[in-house]
Structure formats: C-alpha cells, structure tokens
C-alpha cells in the first residue's frame, strides 16, 4: 500500500505541473485538421505561419519549427512574444507532411509542442493513374495533355503551364 501512494505522488505532480500548460508557438498555417475527409486537409500549402504566445514564449530560449523534420530558418519578421511569422514552403515530392514547433522555457523543460500533419495536392499530367509521365511539347502543335489534381481541396487551384528553355 506504501508503495502505491508513493508512485501515486510524483504522478499527481507532474499531472499539476502540467495541467493548463500548453505550446508558446502555435501553427496557424497549415490549419489544424482531424485529417481525411476534412477537406482542408489536402488544401494547398505555400507557407508556414506561426504566433509566439505571450508572455511565456522566449526568443532568447531555444525553439524551433520544422518541416518534415528539417529546421524552417528563414522565419521573418523575426520571433517575439505576440507575433507572427512565416516561411514561403515548396514540395518536390507528393505525399503527407507535418509542421512541429517546439518552444522551451530553459535547459531543463519544455513546452508541449504543436503539430499539424497535412497532404497538399500534387498535380498529374498525361496520365490517369496520378503518375506523371514526361510529355514533349512542340510550338505551335495543338497537344492534347491531361492535367489532374491528386485530392479534392476546399480552395480553387491555378494551373499555369509555361516554357522552360534547357541550356546545355
């Protein structure tokens, strides 16, 4: 019976400790989804956009956000308690992704960090299996070319399709 209270009383404190405690750096863009079939889940994602929570996030304390697991620096305007800033993404591969941000309030803790997964479309051409395939295009020839868009999207999506001249 000894035993138990006593595993009992350094849970309860940490439970207390922890109780209400909650990320300094929020994820705001992508938005928080309960994943498939909520649309926005698949909608496009151009950059990531975070809010240091006053008061206790800490600049000078050691933080991060990260995409897929690499560090996102190019952060701007830079960070400070109650602000906001953002980091233009790109993709070259489909597929899911997660954002993390992580924020500490010292060497020793840490707070509970926030995390967004999310699926933004990839598009497909000449092709009906959502495999591209390379398709060579010659001035002036009417080509026909299948372009599709992987997963539906609560946002409308422009497709532009222009010439790349290839130097050797």
Request: hydrophobic residues 40%.
């Amino acid at each position: 019976m000894l035993m138990c209270r006593a595993l009992v009383a350094p849970a309860a404190a940490v439970a207390f400790l922890t109780a209400g405690c909650s990320s300094v750096i929020q994820i705001q863009n992508p938005v928080h989804t309960s994943g498939p079939p909520n649309l926005a889940y698949y909608d496009p994602v151009p950059n990531v956009v975070v809010y240091f929570v006053p008061p206790n996030f800490k600049p000078a304390e050691p933080w991060y956000v990260d995409l897929d697991g690499t560090n996102l620096t190019g952060l701007s305007p830079a960070a400070v308690p109650g602000g906001t800033s953002s980091q233009a993404i790109g993709f070259t591969s489909s597929g899911t992704h997660t954002v993390t941000a992580q924020g500490t309030c010292g060497t020793l803790c840490s707070y509970p960090s926030d995390q967004v997964t999310f699926q933004p479309p990839a598009l497909v051409y000449n092709s009906i299996t959502f495999y591209g395939s390379n398709r060579d295009l010659t001035n002036h020839v009417p080509t026909s070319v299948f372009v599709g868009v992987q997963n539906f999207r609560t946002v409308p999506l422009n497709v532009t399709i222009q010439e790349v001249s290839l130097s050797t």
